[in-house]
């Protein structure tokens, strides 16, 4: 074998060792979610973040992710990026915040009162699905780049499971316009109620 294979063949090696593995899919989450979100028009340098799908054990094992990433993806890293991906805990009862797309980070609802209620994020990588435990919504954060459309079609959740790994494709999509002159809401409310607890975005 020449010495030009050679290289090949390690470079071609190192490149397999870069990626995921296909390993199987797996159930555990139970049937996976739906729906295309699009929030208003973004100017470049805003932000939103999306809660864009809940997850819950349906298994009596425990279930510890590995990886989350954006799948089907068009221009993201041009028009847009995806700057975090991030589990927010629900607690039982009335949650703190809904799906939905929120102009402040981490997500927050000013309610009665008033009060101003902010949801906690947590690392994928520390989180993990006991039996019966909470669900929790996944929580992805984009900044706008440049003029344009992008979106990501969902997500590709590797987890564990008995020593075993398995992945879960959510069925929630996102799709992003973002314009030179995008209006700003008016997020009065929440920055006088919030104060300091909350980043806007926009």
Excluded at 135 to 153: E, M, N, S, T, W
Aim: contains cysteine; charged residues 20%; aromatic residues 6%.
């Amino acid at each position: 074998m020449g010495r030009w294979a050679i290289a090949m063949v390690a470079l071609l090696g190192l490149l397999a060792g870069c990626f995921e593995p296909d390993v199987p899919e797996g159930d555990h989450f139970g049937p996976k979610g739906g729906g295309i979100f699009g929030p208003r028009a973004l100017a470049p340098g805003g932000g939103v973040v999306l809660m864009i799908e809940r997850l819950e054990n349906h298994s009596d094992e425990t279930l510890s992710i590995v990886s989350i990433e954006p799948v089907g993806t068009e221009n993201i890293g041009r028009v847009a990026e995806v700057v975090s991906i991030e589990l927010a805990p629900l607690p039982e009862g009335d949650p703190i915040v809904h799906l939905g797309a929120f102009e402040v980070y981490p997500p927050a609802g000013v309610r009665s009162g008033p009060r101003c209620l902010v949801q906690s994020l947590e690392p994928f990588s520390e989180f993990t699905f006991t039996q019966g435990s909470q669900p929790a919504g996944l929580a992805v954060r984009f900044q706008a780049l440049a003029p344009g459309k992008a979106k990501i079609d969902g997500l590709r959740i590797v987890y564990e499971a008995g020593g075993e790994r398995f992945e879960h494709h959510t069925g929630g999509g996102v799709r992003l316009k973002v314009k030179q002159n995008a209006s700003s809401p008016s997020l009065r409310r929440i920055r006088h109620v919030c104060d300091d607890q909350v980043e806007v975005l926009r």
